[in-house]
Nanobody, 120 residues
Framework: VQLQAYGGGLVQAGGSLRLSCAAS????????VGWYRQAPGKQREMVAT???????NYADSVKGRFTITRTDHKNTFYLYMNSLKPEDTATYYC???????????????WGKGTQVTVSS
């Protein structure tokens, strides 16, 4: 199972980006998915997560600006980032809890990260 993240880049403050994460390999179903980020010198932090039932959590710092969605039939999920701020600059990682061959065997998968840089 692999996750591939797309969509990072350089954007001015106030701008928008959309990150995508596609899961590939042997997949029975995808449980929880999420986005995390890590800025230089800081610990990795949760940005947003969504359960298969649609329960969503956001970090307080991104509430009202970021939106996480998932498209299970495409094994893909997204992070829409609006009103970006310089403090959003970080490497963004996608995460998924994936059932590989059935609901009794799950693995944690991480993407390699995509850089988001917000200039002031």
């Amino acid at each position: 199972v692999q996750l591939q993240a797309y969509g990072g880049g350089l954007v001015q403050a106030g701008g928008s980006l959309r990150l995508s994460c596609a899961a590939s390999g042997t997949i029975f179903s995808i449980n929880a998915v999420g986005w995390y980020r890590q800025a230089p010198g800081k610990q990795r932090e949760m940005v947003a997560t969504v359960s298969p039932g649609g329960s969503i959590n956001y970090a307080d710092s991104v509430k009202g600006r970021f939106t996480i969605t998932r498209t299970d039939h495409k094994n893909t999920f997204y992070l829409y980032m609006n009103s970006l701020k310089p403090e959003d600059t970080a490497t963004y990682y996608c995460y998924a809890d994936i059932f590989v061959t059935g609901p009794d065997y799950g693995v944690d998968a991480w993407g390699k990260g995509t850089q988001v840089t917000v200039s002031s």
